[in-house]
């Protein structure tokens, strides 16, 4: 008798530990693009999308459901092992920073290097993340779930798994964008994409010196839909609180907060005076006064976050960021 509970205790350990631990990952894995794999928005990544799930037209975001989403980012100038090499290599922890790891797998993905891991936090939440790359690119996508949504873990592993990258595909940005803008005689021109936003510098090019603050940028960035003008006003009072609380300013103040209209459109506009932290040639911390100019409009389809930022002390580049986004529209969704 003894003997029969000794096996039902282990069959049934077993079977816990399986539930606990989560489908089996192999340790090489290699997908050929299929008709039911979906391009994702301005990226180089193909997946098959469960029919439940939505892709957020214009997003990096796909929808499980109203309070849950996974991001996807796509890096395609960093280098894969400065981010994650040192986690690599260091192994499984039991917990770290108020998460206890329940899964972490390395294996090779499409030829590359990759990790997929999930973790419980402190307020029984969890957090898959999946990252793979090389020494061009670094993708890392990741889901944040409560314990009602775990039974929908296994379908993102599988739409994860389900990946296709094509390296070399070259990306039609212009084509793309979900916006319309003149930057006029102003010498803005197109930078690069990173994430959701586009970047535009002075004749197109990043600081020669690569040193951000020394460059003015505007970003033009998208927003999930925004329903209403309270949507549009509320989300001004986070990106402020957000801004102030940035440990890349020392100083953000705001010293205009008005209504627009751009093209018929309700818009919120923040001007702030920051104080960027920077280095010097020797490696001293400075700190860089300049104008932060905020613009977040929005219609039914999408919102549209407007930055222009400069690294010093230039009322006229303030103005002529005023003038370049009264130009801005909307595009529809498809």
Not at 23 to 50: A, C, F, G, W
Not at 202 to 211: A, C, L, S, T, Y
Not at 291 to 298: M, N, P
């Amino acid at each position: 008798m003894e003997k029969l509970k000794a096996i039902f205790l282990i069959v049934l350990f077993s079977i816990c530990l399986t539930n606990c631990l989560g489908q089996e990952i192999p340790d090489k894995i290699n997908n050929q693009k299929t008709s039911k794999h979906v391009s994702i928005y301005n990226t180089r990544l193909h997946m098959i999308i469960p029919e439940d799930f939505q892709l957020v037209p214009y997003t990096h975001l796909i929808k499980i459901n109203d309070r849950t989403f996974i991001e996807i980012y796509e890096t395609p100038d960093a280098d894969f092992y400065s981010y994650t090499i040192k986690n690599l290599k260091k192994g499984k922890p039991s917990k770290t920073e108020g998460y206890i790891w329940k899964k972490w797998n390395e294996f090779e993905f499409n030829g590359y290097d990759a990790l997929l891991t999930i973790m419980e936090t402190d307020d029984n939440r969890y957090k898959l993340s999946f990252l793979f790359g090389d020494n061009d690119f670094d993708v890392y996508i990741y889901a944040i779930y409560s314990e009602d949504e775990v039974k929908e873990e296994s379908k993102i592993i599988d739409m994860l798994l389900s990946i296709c990258y094509d390296k070399d595909a070259i990306i039609d940005y212009e084509k793309n964008k979900f916006f319309e803008i003149d930057f006029l005689s102003s010498g803005y021109k197109f930078y690069k994409v990173s994430q959701n936003d586009y970047i535009y510098s002075k004749d197109g090019f990043g600081n020669p010196e690569n040193v951000h603050y020394k460059n003015n940028k505007i970003f033009v960035s998208h927003l999930s839909s925004i329903k209403s003008k309270s949507d549009i006003v509320n989300y001004s009072k986070k990106e402020i609180d957000m801004y102030k609380n940035n440990g890349a300013f020392k100083n953000f103040t705001v010293i205009k907060n008005e209504d627009l209209t751009i093209n018929g459109v309700f818009a919120k506009a923040v001007t702030a005076k920051i104080s960027t932290i920077g280095y010097d040639s020797n490696g001293e911390q400075v700190f860089y006064p300049g104008y932060e100019y905020l613009v977040i409009t929005g219609n039914e389809d999408m919102g549209v976050v407007f930055t222009g930022r400069t690294f010093s002390d230039d009322k006229e580049e303030l103005q002529i960021f005023e003038e370049i986004v009264k130009t801005l529209k909307i595009k529809k969704s498809n």
